[in-house]
């Protein structure tokens, strides 16, 4: 019997200091965290290709994954890095204008309730939210060499995980304390939400921004496809969405006086874009993964919280793997006849 204890003892002893310096490299790497989501990220969505190219292609395994990297880079980060390039300078050149800005929606501001005399907007009202909005661009600017570093992690640890990919999946399985059954469950599941937000926010981002880009188009709006971009881009943040671009395009056409025309673009992008914007959110993002919509929508919020960026994709996975692992300690240490539930099915 003392020696049952013992070893329960030693057992426990571990697991703390396992669980010690685990949380202990979570706190110090915290930084680089969002480049590990993102490195999961792309071997999840080119898992099968690499093995694809390797195994049946016989290609090197070095070869496959450069190739893999090199078509990430072209097609996905450098379009990112251009937009950004363009947008900073005329950000830049807002922030040293700040008083022009400020007197022109001043007079917007005047224009706008000779339209609607009931609007109860002051003035005091309205720079204040400009000037809060003034603090955050200099965090989003500064963020940007995170986010290079982030993705330079990400490719960096995607290759080893690509050179050592059977290995390193024999050995997470052999660690899932899991049964065979719940294992596939649990791949399957992350599997479906990878592809619903990696693939489905994009696609959801382009369809919004072509959207856009004919309403900016048709009513007038300079650089309509710079603009149509930031609108999809846009699409990603909860709740506000697209509106953080296109309500202020309204605001300067009305400052420039071109009342009918902005008019127009507020009625377009308050039908269309906006409504389009939920129609595709509740439908484009089940279609590809199977997930519940409210599970993608929750999940973006908490997400971005906790993960940055990459929360967009791991925020829904969390709330995804604690409804599923409650299924799966029903499965496991409950009644034996309970099955698992898909967490798509939820409603």
Known sequence: ???????????????????????????????????????????????????????KKYWKKWMAAFILILGNLLLVVLPVFAIVKV??????????????????????????????????ISHDQMMKGMQEVALYIPKLLNATASVVSNIAVAFFIFYF????????????????????????????????????????????????????????????????????LLTGAASIIPVVGT???????????????????????????????????NVLRFTLMKKFGDVHPLITVFGVILGLQLFGIMGLIFGPLLISYFLLLLQIYKFEYGSKKDAIIDVSDVK
């Open 1 to 55: 019997m003392g020696r049952i204890n013992t070893d329960f003892l030693k057992q426990i002893g571990l697991l703390i200091v396992i669980i010690f310096i685990g949380i202990e490299l979570v706190i110090q790497l915290k930084y680089f965290i969002p480049g590990f989501f993102g490195a999961i990220t792309l071997y999840i969505l080119y898992r099968s290709w690499f093995y694809y190219l390797v195994e």
């Open 87 to 120: 947008l900073i300078p005329k950000i830049k050149l807002a922030l040293n204008n700040t008083g022009v800005i400020n007197a022109k929606l001043s007079s917007a501001l005047n224009s706008i309730k000779s339209y609607f005399p009931s609007l109860s």
């Open 243 to 277: 509106m953080i671009v296109w309500v202020p395009i309204c605001l300067i056409m009305f400052i420039n006086g071109d009342t009918g025309m902005a008019i127009g673009l507020l009625l377009y992008c308050g039908v269309i874009v906006a409504n389009t914007d």
């Open 161 to 228: 995980m690509l050179m050592g990919s059977r290995k390193m999946e024999n050995k997470l399985e052999a660690f899932l304390p899991l049964s065979t059954k719940n294992r596939n469950t649990l791949w399957k599941e992350t599997k479906n939400l990878v592809i619903s937000n990696a693939i489905g926010i994009p696609v959801l981002a382009l369809c919004q921004a072509g959207i856009a880009i004919i309403g900016y188009w048709i009513f007038g709006v300079q650089e309509f496809v710079l603009w149509g």
